[in-house]
């Protein structure tokens, strides 16, 4: 079975930084691109970085862009994602995605908060 877990996420003041984790195991996960998306309560899910399987290209939303960076680690099977310069409006679940063929798997998300 696929499992996908995220992990690093809490409650952080405005400005700090955060690390959230990403660890996948069930399949060859050097083959697979990975993306990490966020929702907020009552807010769409939205896509915050995406990496491909090698790590030599990677996106940012907007919204991040400058202050996140997705990275990977193929030789560990885990995905990062870096939190800088953190804002209240960055507060949302934050979930993995691995992009199989297919509808590919999501984890179960981890919590970021936000706040002074």
């Known amino acids: 079975q696929v499992h996908v877990v995220e992990s690093g996420g809490g409650l952080v003041q405005p400005g700090g930084s955060l690390r959230l984790s990403c660890s996948v195991s069930?399949?060859?996960?050097?083959?697979?691109?990975i993306s990490w998306h966020r929702q907020a309560p009552g807010k769409e899910r939205e896509l915050v970085a995406h990496i491909t399987n090698t790590g030599s290209k990677t996106m940012h939303a907007d919204s991040v862009k400058g202050r996140f960076a997705i990275s990977r680690d193929n030789g560990k099977d885990r995905v990062y994602l870096e939190m800088h310069n953190l804002k209240e409006e960055d507060t949302a679940v934050y979930y993995c995605?691995?992009?199989?063929?297919?509808?590919?798997?999501w984890g179960q998300g981890t919590q970021v908060t936000v706040s002074s």
């Open positions: 995605f691995a992009r199989t063929p297919g509808p590919g798997y």
């Open positions: 069930g399949l060859t996960f050097s083959n697979y691109a």
